[in-house]
């Protein structure tokens, strides 16, 4: 997601892990975890003369 | 011999019905078990003040089913339009129009119509001003540079064309707007069997 924001255009990308994010089901949360799934914020902008 | 193109419309096809299931059943039956954490409880997990959750109605606080808060640094101001894009039952629509005030305008798209049937009953019940727009994220019906922000919340992940997805969020923004996003990301490739599995994917 990081890389689409800047390739589209948009500038100041930033983002952070949210924090407290799990799924409720141990098995979906394991399963998550070996794929590297988290749950991000992200924020970014439109540049002036875009 | 089917083309590959043709193959990912019509698993495209499949996602959609079942996005709108799943997330139909988490409105209709917010007391249900899902495999994520929703409702208040997941709303109070991601540091949504206690204020905001006591004004909603409380079917839009059942029925939230976000990864995060995008409000967090959305830095919405009086008289801002925002797009709320997969604005479900309305939490955070209805959040960031208390923040635009009488004077902005808040635009939530959802894929599945009653959701937004749902979302203007919400909006109504507190008085607030809220459209909600059925459409998809990959083709926001928005005209160009249209909003100042645009907040979503664990949506993204779910299409199969995030780069339409991000084209189309900085299409309707206008110059010097900006997006506050929560979603999901993974760090390795999913393997086939979930991206060819709409259950799984939905999830």
Redesign the interface.
């Known amino acids: 997601?990081f890389s689409?924001?800047e390739?589209?255009?948009?500038t100041r990308v930033r983002s952070a892990i949210?924090p407290?994010?799990?799924?409720?089901?141990e098995a979906?949360q394991n399963s998550a975890e070996a794929?590297?799934?988290?749950?991000?914020?992200?924020?970014?902008?439109?540049?002036?003369?875009? | 011999m089917t083309h590959p193109a043709d193959m990912q419309e019509a698993l495209e096809a499949v996602l959609k019905d079942e996005i709108i299931r799943m997330y139909q059943e988490v409105a209709d039956n917010p007391g249900g078990e899902f495999h994520f954490y929703h409702g208040r409880e997941a709303a109070e997990r991601f540091g949504y003040p206690t204020a905001w959750l006591d004004r909603a109605p409380a079917g839009a606080v059942a029925s939230f089913a976000g990864v995060g808060n995008p409000h967090e640094r959305s830095h919405l101001q009086p008289g801002e339009t925002v797009l709320d894009l997969g604005s479900g039952a309305g939490l955070d629509g209805l959040i960031a129009a208390w923040q635009v005030g009488p004077s902005g305008r808040v635009i939530g798209v959802d894929l599945n119509p009653s959701m937004c049937l749902k979302s203007q009953a919400h909006a109504a019940a507190t008085g607030t001003l809220m459209e909600c727009h059925q459409g998809r994220m990959e083709d926001i019906p928005l005209p160009d540079a249209s909003a100042d922000c645009v907040l979503s919340n664990g949506v993204i992940n779910l299409s199969f064309r995030k780069r339409k997805v991000v084209q189309e969020m900085f299409r309707v923004l206008k110059p010097g707007g900006r997006i506050s996003i929560t979603d999901i990301v993974s760090a390795k490739q999913l393997s086939q069997s979930i991206v060819n599995d709409p259950k799984l994917w939905a999830s």
């Open positions: 997601m689409l924001l390739q589209s255009g948009f949210v407290g994010f799990r799924f409720r089901k979906t794929y590297g799934v988290k749950a991000v914020m992200m924020t970014a902008l439109k540049p002036d003369k875009a």
